[in-house]
């Protein structure tokens, strides 16, 4: 019978996959969020396929982390010296040479492919006849500002969103209330974007992407467009990711994801005149109305954001004994 009992490097390794196994079980994660190793629930095709090309790229890091580790951690448990018999060298093999150089440059060309072939599809962008909603994002110290450029109805036309005055259906946030950026879901949706003042940047945690907001960006050949679609409704805070002043921290919007029948309707409401203000709907009141016409909307016609809230301007309120 051969001899069973456990050498070091087997203890080690026994170890270490002991290790890994009580550390996953004891962080009550599903295998899902492991496998997202921290990057947050996506909800857009192009966040999907960049959490699975950071998933993927995280595995066969950790293999050939692994792979290091046991080359490294062998000799030093399974080959100690036992005597002054001097070991086997391998210095001059140019097999092991060719096989050290050759695995690293395979794995930069695989990953380089992959980034490639994931950073097209996210940067890729539909035929202007194929855009279903067109957004102009305006960043300003210390805001946002949404216009809706052109979306298409449930017939399928092109419609210019413009109310009875005249100027474009728009959404511009105040230091009282957080704007909203409301959208359909499943529909391919085109931002444009630029700023107002300094350099700002368009971020969305649950887009898994994010882009500097550049003044003038045309005449810089700065790239200030992309585009999505959301796979779900919902509501979801969206922030300035690029230190811009005083109150960068507090520079944040929501994007709600609504239906495209519910979206239709907003739209329509967006573009009619309330006659309480004798002034078009704002978004608020756009959604509250939407809400009372639908019940069944319940938080995703909130008339306020439901995932950020407004700072406190009163700069007194922080004083020390208050």
């Not at 599903?30 to 996506?42: D, H, K």
């Not at 010296?81 to 690293?104: A, M, S, V």
């Not at 949404?146 to 092109?158: I, L, V």
């Amino acid at each position: 019978m051969g001899d069973k009992r456990r050498t070091p490097a087997r203890r080690v390794a026994g170890l270490a996959g002991l290790t890994g196994l009580v550390s996953i079980a004891v962080s009550g994660c599903s295998t899902e969020e492991v496998l997202r190793f921290g990057w947050p629930e996506g909800i857009t095709p192009q966040a999907d396929r960049m959490r699975d090309f950071w998933t993927w790229s995280v595995v066969a890091s950790l293999l050939v982390g692994v792979l290091v580790w046991v080359l490294i951690l062998w000799p030093v448990i399974a080959h100690r010296k036992r005597g002054d018999t001097l070991p086997r060298q391998f210095q001059y093999n140019h097999f092991l040479e060719w096989i050290y150089t050759g695995i690293p440059s395979v794995i930069v060309v695989v990953l380089f492919y992959f980034t490639m072939t994931t950073q097209n599809y996210v940067l890729a962008e539909e035929a202007p006849e194929e855009i279903d909603v067109k957004v102009n994002v305006l960043a300003f110290q210390w805001n946002w500002q949404f216009e809706y450029e052109t979306y298409k109805d449930a017939s399928g036309a092109t419609v210019v969103p413009r109310t009875p005055e005249g100027p474009l259906v728009h959404t511009v946030g105040t230091s009282d209330e957080i704007p909203l950026l409301v959208l359909p879901v499943n529909r391919t949706v085109h931002y444009e974007l630029r700023a107002r003042d300094v350099i700002h940047s368009f971020f969305v945690p649950e887009f898994n992407f994010k882009r500097d907001v550049f003044p003038y960006p045309e005449k810089n050949s700065q790239d200030n467009t992309f585009q999505n679609s959301i796979d779900r409704e919902g509501a979801f805070v969206g922030r300035c990711a690029e230190l811009c002043g005083t109150y960068h921290s507090m520079m944040n919007f929501e994007v709600r994801a609504i239906s495209p029948e519910r979206f239709d309707r907003y739209m329509v409401l967006r573009r009619t005149v309330n006659e309480e203000t004798g002034e078009p709907h704002s978004a608020a009141e756009a959604l509250r109305v939407l809400g009372e016409e639908d019940p069944d909307c319940g938080e995703l016609c909130a008339p306020l954001a439901t995932s950020t809230a407004p700072f406190d301007t009163d700069r007194t309120a922080r004083t020390a004994g208050r």
